[in-house]
T-cell receptor
Framework: NAGVTQTPKFRVLKTGQSMTLLCAQD?????MYWYRQDPGMGLRLIHY???????AKGEVPDGYNVSRLKKQNFLLGLESAAPSQTSVYFC????????????FGQGTRLTVV | GEDVEQSLFLSVREGDSSVINCTYT??????LYWYKQEPGAGLQLLTY?????DMKQDQRLTVLLNKKDKHLSLRIADTQTGDSAIYFC??????????FGPGTRLSVLP
């Protein structure tokens, strides 16, 4: 049982380049989330989805786009990467928000130079 | 808005108990969670407590909830070097996402 899988695990981008981070979960969860983790700031929610075909903005959505075309996948896109987007990105999923908690992927370490 | 606060660092001796504290502002928080993050890894759910409970125990872990003071704590008994990690408190109020604290880095000294 793989749980939540993120690809890639590491990436270096040049300023202005674009990329897509892929998140896949095999637990049939409705809710999926993208967070970024920066030192001393904990986790900040970028975008989330409450079901297939739906997306919503979180706390820090600027510069990112997302899509949830299939229930098991949640994609995070950077159209024009900036050094401020250097961070560790985590995807998570949950069955609901009523107990149970969220399950996290292993993270993607992104460096924008 | 919702806010979750934690102290950033805690050091304990191996074999002692660790107590990690958390405060939150949303009085309607329904579920409160503790996660553990080891270096280079994602967050692992340790335990959670429903807001109508005062305490929950799971092996070496004890969660205490003071709803009046909006204070949550995680006690780790007989702390081991393998417990060294960052511990995150998180809350949810039947909303559509989870709000995390900044994390407490626990260092276990031999």
């Amino acid at each position: 049982n793989a749980g939540v899988t993120q690809t890639p695990k590491f990436r270096v981008l040049k300023t202005g380049q674009s990329m897509t981070l892929l998140c896949a979960q095999d637990m049939n969860h409705e809710y999926m989330y993208w967070y970024r983790q920066d030192p001393g700031m904990g986790l900040r929610l970028i975008h989330y989805s409450v079901g297939e075909g739906t997306t919503a903005k979180g706390e820090v959505p600027d510069g990112y786009n997302v899509s949830r075309l299939k229930k098991q996948n949640f994609l995070l896109g950077l159209e024009s990467a900036a050094p401020s987007q250097t961070s560790v990105y985590f995807c998570a999923s949950s069955y609901s928000t009523k107990g149970g908690g969220a399950f996290f992927g292993q993270g993607t370490r992104l460096t924008v130079v | 808005g919702e806010d979750v606060e934690q102290s950033l660092f805690l050091s304990v001796r191996e074999g002692d108990s660790s107590v990690i504290n958390c405060t939150y502002t949303d009085s309607s928080s329904t579920y409160l969670y503790w996660y553990k993050q080891e270096p280079g890894a994602g967050l692992q759910l340790l335990t959670y407590i429903f807001s109508n409970m005062d305490m929950k125990q799971d092996q070496r872990l004890t969660v205490l909830l003071n709803k009046k003071d909006k204070h949550l704590s995680l006690r780790i008994a007989d702390t081991q070097t393998g417990d060294s990690a960052i511990y995150f408190c998180a809350e949810n109020n039947y909303g559509q996402n989870f709000v995390f604290g900044p994390g407490t880095r626990l260092s276990v000294l031999p």
